[in-house]
C-alpha cells in the first residue's frame, strides 16, 4: 500500500493514539464510516501496513528495573547459532542486526545488575559484549511520525467522503 491517501494516514495517525478505540469512533475522527474504517483497516493488515496491535507495558512495573543496550560483535562463524540463541532469551526485548564494528544492538530488561551480569556472560562465546546501562528514554516512539509521511492533519477531520 504504496500510495496511501489522507483518510487512510489519518486513520493510521488516530490508531497510533488510541488503537483501543472503537471503528465508529476512528470514522468519527477521521471523517469515514464504521464500515469504511473496517475495509481500510482491513486492507492495511493484509498489505503490511498495520502488522499489530499491542499493549504498551513498562518494564519497571513488573519489576525489570534494569534496562540496557548492548553492542555485540559476532564472527561469520558464530552469526547463525548467536540468531538461534538469542531468540530464547527472556530478557530480550529487541535485537538490531546493525553495519559497522557491531554487529547486534540488543535491548534487554532485567531484574538486577546481577542478572545483567549473568546475561552477558552468557553471550560471551558468541562474541564481544559491550554494555550501557539505560538511565532514561526521552523520546521512544513505536511507530513512524505519521504526520511527516504525507498529509495527515494535526486537526481532525470532519465531514466529507473518501476521494
Excluded: W
Excluded at 41 to 60: C, D, K, L, W
Excluded at 68 to 78: P, W
Amino acid at each position: 500500500m504504496e500510495n496511501i491517501d489522507e483518510f487512510s494516514l489519518n486513520l493510521l495517525v488516530e490508531l497510533s493514539r488510541d488503537a483501543r478505540a472503537s471503528y465508529a469512533e476512528l470514522g468519527r475522527r477521521v471523517g469515514l464510516s464504521p464500515s469504511a474504517v473496517v475495509d481500510r483497516m482491513r486492507r492495511m493488515e493484509e498489505e503490511g501496513v498495520i502488522q499489530g496491535y499491542s499493549a504498551a507495558i513498562n518494564p519497571a512495573a513488573l519489576g525489570l528495573s534494569i534496562q540496557a543496550v548492548i553492542r555485540m560483535t559476532c564472527d561469520g562463524t558464530h552469526y547463525h547459532p548467536f540468531l538461534k540463541f538469542v531468540k530464547t532469551l527472556p530478557d530480550l526485548r529487541v535485537c538490531h542486526h546493525v553495519t559497522g564494528a557491531d554487529a547486534f544492538f540488543l535491548e534487554v530488561a532485567v531484574r538486577s545488575l546481577e542478572e545483567l551480569e549473568q546475561l552477558i556472560e552468557r553471550l560471551l562465546p558468541y562474541g564481544i559484549p559491550t554494555t550501557s546501562l539505560v538511565f532514561s528514554s526521552p523520546v521512544a516512539r513505536h511507530s513512524p511520525e505519521l504526520s511527516r509521511l504525507g498529509s495527515a492533519k494535526q486537526n481532525r477531520r470532519t465531514g466529507g467522503r473518501p476521494r
